[in-house]
């Protein structure tokens, strides 16, 4: 029997009405906004509503290093929900929306895979409810505010060349990286360089994901500073009297989206900055409104532990005042082969000895995680070609870090195949062995701060960066940011800012080469090595196989 594919396995859903999945949560049908049967938008009135009630248990679902040989992050966060389901627990999964960059690039999809799905995936993968759009259109309103701000006499003194503030777009387009403005004579404004990122790499979207409700949003869309005058002092977006038109625009994208799995169990799917550019984690009004309606929330975070695990805790734990209760890490046979040294082609032969070289990653990052005082599992994400001999040898050198290894197979069989995860999972949350603690504390210089995260979890044995790096951060201490964490921008593929360097390597360089102040957000960025904040499209990207097939359906997506 020919093996089904995520989309085909996606179309023959039976999905329930989104009332129905609402109201098994206790949220009546004006408490939703549906966009469709299948989707709909939680209304603010009902989040307010939720204020008093306890918060379930929250479990992070984290990786090791991603590989061409794929992980199963995702599907293992909606394999988890569903199994927690399955064993009498009342579970949502909160994971990010996905970005049309990567779906018509090379990354692919956003909403699990196999039996371990959240539907409807094709709307989620395309356009969805809008969001990213607003906050696509909310960004670049505020960079034409600023550009006829200047055309019109500009009263607050905007100085042309310090012009932080960049345009967005969702979609992998490289030639606008850096591009000149205004060109074209006088009517057209004054010529500057400038350049665009990826939405998911807007400010805006940190904010959205960050802020407590529709009123913090519009304080922090606000505070952002998007330029300096001659003498360097801020220009703020309250400054330009955008933030109030930017809220309007984002009136309800902040609202979070409402689906389900292929097993009908609730899922909160919003927001989607990625982790190796921004803090990587789904919306906090989202986290905080599953952990009003369940007992259990499970929620992932971008890439690597490195990254999506570390900003999770340091960012969006820390600002929102969350405290985790159990984590996962996901690990497949494949992956650990391939970071113990062996190339995509082969990695259907047996190679013990690669799987136990390749621990060495999975260890690092269990290691790290366990380091925030967060009781940790890892998953083993089964993949038919895994042999007994791998597995036992993931089994024993995870044995050897003090935590449980357990084999997963909701890909193939759904909750049945997740149970004893689920299982120990929800053993651990409970247990009250959690003891969350941040990497570094608040009031740590920003210098040390990047410094901790590159020596305590990236491993790293020096931190370079040009004296004006040091003297910006320096000059943003001085201003009163100092007290913000650190977002840290870098590859996805190495603990290190080398994508080739696989495995866990230790004493490496970690070169800063840019920092950015998020004020609104409410963090640094720290840009290192040749991570750019807008990326390119494959040399055969995946828009190449995407097409309207005879009966109108999506083919090539997923």
């Known amino acids: 029997m020919a093996v ?69 992050k995702t599907t293992t966060t909606v394999g988890l929900g569903d199994g927690l389901n399955r064993i009498g627990k009342r579970a949502i999964t909160c994971i990010r929306e996905a970005s049309l960059g990567p779906n018509f690039g090379l990354k692919g999809g956003a909403a699990g895979g196999g039996y371990a799905q959240v539907v409807p995936m094709e709307d989620m993968n395309l356009h969805f409810t809008g969001d990213f759009h607003a906050i696509g259109a909310a960004h670049n309103l505020l960079a034409a505010m600023i550009d006829n701000h200047v055309y019109w006499g500009n009263a607050l003194g905007i100085d042309v060349r310090r012009v932080t503030w ?43 994901c960050l802020a407590s409700d529709i009123a913090d949003l519009e304080r922090r869309l606000g505070d952002m500073i998007v330029a300096y005058t001659r003498d360097k002092t801020p220009v703020t977006c309250r400054d330009l009297k955008a933030d109030g038109a930017m809220a309007v625009l984002l009136k309800d994208a902040i609202l979070p989206n409402l689906v389900q799995t292929l097993e009908n169990n609730p899922a909160l799917v919003h927001g989607g900055p990625f982790a190796n550019i921004a803090h990587g984690c789904n919306s906090v009004i989202a986290t905080r409104t599953a952990l009003k309606l369940a007992d259990f929330v499970v929620t992932e975070a971008g890439f690597g532990a490195d990254l999506g695990a570390q900003k999770f805790f340091d960012i969006k734990c820390r600002k929102a005042g969350l405290s985790p209760d159990a984590a996962v890490v996901v690990a497949t046979v494949r992956a650990l082969k391939m970071n113990g040294g062996v190339a995509k082609d082969d990695l259907g032969a047996e190679n013990v000895a690669a799987v136990t070289a390749g621990c060495a990653n999975l260890a690092r990052h269990v290691e790290n995680v366990a380091g925030y005082g967060v009781p940790v599992v890892v998953a083993i994400n089964h993949f038919t070609g895994d042999t007994e001999a791998e597995i036992a040898a993931v089994r024993e050198a995870v044995a ?22 689920a299982e120990t999972v929800a053993r651990l949350a409970t247990s009250g062995g959690a003891d969350f603690r941040p990497l ?12 901790a995260t590159a020596t305590r979890i990236y491993r790293a044995g020096e931190v370079t960066a ?20 650190i977002c840290v921008a870098k590859t996805q593929y190495s603990f290190s800012a080398d994508p080739t360097l696989r495995g866990a390597p230790t004493g490496h360089s970690l070169p ?15 840009i290192c090595g040749d991570i750019m904040t807008m990326p390119g499209l494959p040399a055969a990207p995946a828009a190449e196989r995407i097409r309207l097939g005879p009966g109108g359906e999506v083919e090539g997506l997923f």
């Open 4 to 72: 089904k594919t995520d989309i085909e396995i996606a179309r023959a859903a039976h999905k329930r009405p989104i009332m129905e999945i609402g109201g098994a949560l206790g949220i009546p049908p004006e408490g939703l906004i549906p966009y469709g049967h299948d989707k709909a938008k939680i209304t603010a009135a009902t989040i307010d509503s939720l204020a008093d009630r306890p918060d379930g248990k929250l479990i992070l679902v984290t990786a090791i290093n991603p590989t061409p040989a794929g992980e199963g």
């Open 400 to 421: 050897a870090m003090g935590v449980e290894a357990i084999v997963c197979r909701h890909w193939a069989e759904g909750s049945a195949g997740i149970t004893e995860l």
């Open 166 to 208: 960049r345009r967005v777009v969702d979609m992998n387009d490289r030639a606008l990286r850096t591009v000149t403005a205004g060109l074209g004579g006088p009517a057209n404004g004054f010529p500057r360089e400038t350049g665009f990122d990826i939405t998911v790499a807007s400010e805006v979207m940190a904010i959205l």
């Open 440 to 451: 570094y504390p608040d009031d740590l210089p920003l210098w040390e701060k990047i410094e």
């Open 512 to 526: 800063v080469r840019e920092v950015r102040l998020s004020a609104g957000a409410g963090f640094v960025v720290a």
């Open 466 to 485: 040009p004296a004006s790096v040091r003297a910006q951060l320096a000059d943003w201490e001085a201003a009163g940011h100092g007290g913000l964490p």
